[in-house]
C-alpha cells in the first residue's frame, strides 16, 4: 500500500479515500426509499450527495494519475500534517458537540477548528467566521428548512 501511495502522491491516494467515502454514501443511501420527483424520499440527497463525491473523487484520481510522469511530489510536510489534524478535529468537534450542545455551538466550534487549519486568520475573524455561519446554518437548517434540530442544548 505505501509503495502504491509514493508512486501515486498524496492527492490520489486521497482521491481515492473520497472515492471510497461516497461509495459507502452511496450503498447506506440506497437502504433508504428515494422517492420520486414530487415527493424526495430521505434517501435522494445522501445519493445525490454520495455520486457527487465519488465523480469528485475520479476527476481528483484523474488528475493525480496524468501527473504522475511530469513530476514529483515532494515528502508531506508539517504545514500538511497541521492541516490534517485541525480539519479532523473540527469535523470530531462537530460530530461530539452537535448530539450535546446543539447545532451552534458544533458548527461555531467546527468552524473555528478547522480555520486553524490554514493559520492566515487572527482570532478575531475565525470568532466572527465561526459566529456567521452557525448563523447561517441556524437560519437554513432550523428556520427554513425546519429540520428539528436543537441550536443550543443545556
Partial sequence: MFSLARSLGQDSVAALAVIALGAYGVVESLGYPLGGLRNIGPGAFPLIVSVLLVLSGALILAEGVAALGREREAPPDLASARVMIFIVAGLLAFAFLM??????PAIA?????????????????VAVLAAAIACFCAVVFVVLLNLPLDLVTW
Fill in 99 to 104: 448530539p450535546r450542545f446543539g447545532l451552534a
Fill in 109 to 125: 466550534a467546527c468552524v473555528a477548528l478547522s480555520a486553524l487549519a490554514d493559520g492566515s486568520l487572527k482570532p478575531w475573524q
